[in-house]
């Protein structure tokens, strides 16, 4: 069964350090989100991405945050800055257009958990 | 504005007992979905349920029955016969507005202890 994968699985990093948390979407799949969910809260909406420009953000994607789909299978956000307080686990999610009345069911990733030191 | 809230922050039962996770919404619009994840210890997201605002036939699978009362802006869920490996955080989320992007609540921890 197709799935979202996510590298890499923990990634640890210094403050004030650059990150690149990778997502392969399903192949066939055409929106792309991410969301964050701090240690023990809830998870929230970052951005959702369609075709090539960001769709849909929260107010917690500011500018040291950006999103890309660099090729065909991957879609990645960039931390620019990181700050102790982006330590979360950061979900990827991808779906594809329902048609009518479809629901465009999003199938989550396993996530990245960062954490900024 | 979407809201959800799970008042329930952690349940702690024993294993064979029935466990009910609450799960109240707020939303001014009359399209809406709800739905259930479950977050094991290793933390992924697992889908559970989808169900849309003109379905309120209530749902069972397995161990697992979903109550969706409109009357109450409810959308409890229930696990028969808990299990260990039920222990997990469980999420109930909302989207509404036209929007697919999903409203979480903060989510109940389950612990079923042996």
């Known amino acids: 069964e197709p799935e979202v994968t996510q590298t890499p699985s923990h990634q640890v990093t210094q403050m004030g350090q650059e990150v690149i948390l990778r997502c392969v979407p399903i192949?066939?799949?055409?929106?792309f989100y991410w969301y964050r969910q701090i240690l023990g809260q809830k998870v929230e909406f970052l951005v959702s991405f369609y075709n090539n420009e960001i769709s849909e953000k929260s107010e917690i994607f500011d500018d040291q945050f950006s999103v890309e789909r660099p090729d065909g299978s991957n879609f990645t956000l960039k931390i620019r800055s990181t700050k102790l307080e982006d330590s979360a686990m950061y979900f990827c999610a991808s779906s594809f257009p329902g048609g009518g009345h479809s629901y465009n069911e999003q199938f989550f990733g396993p996530g990245t958990r960062l954490t900024v030191l | 504005a979407q809201k959800v809230t799970q008042a329930q922050t952690e349940i702690s039962v024993v294993e064979k007992e029935d466990v009910t996770l609450d799960c109240v919404y707020e939303t001014r619009d009359t399209t809406y979905y709800l739905f259930w994840y479950k977050q094991p210890p290793s933390g992924e997201l697992v889908f559970l349920i989808r169900?849309?605002?003109?379905?309120?036939q209530n749902e069972i699978s397995g161990r697992y029955s979903w109550n969706f009362q409109k009357s109450t802006s409810s959308f409890n869920f229930t696990i028969t016969a808990s299990q260990v490996v039920d222990s997990a955080v469980y999420f109930c989320a909302l989207s509404a507005g036209g929007s697919y992007i999903p409203t979480f609540g903060r989510g109940t921890s389950l612990i079923v202890h042996p």
């Open positions: 192949s066939n799949h055409l929106y």
């Open positions: 169900r849309n605002s003109f379905d309120e």
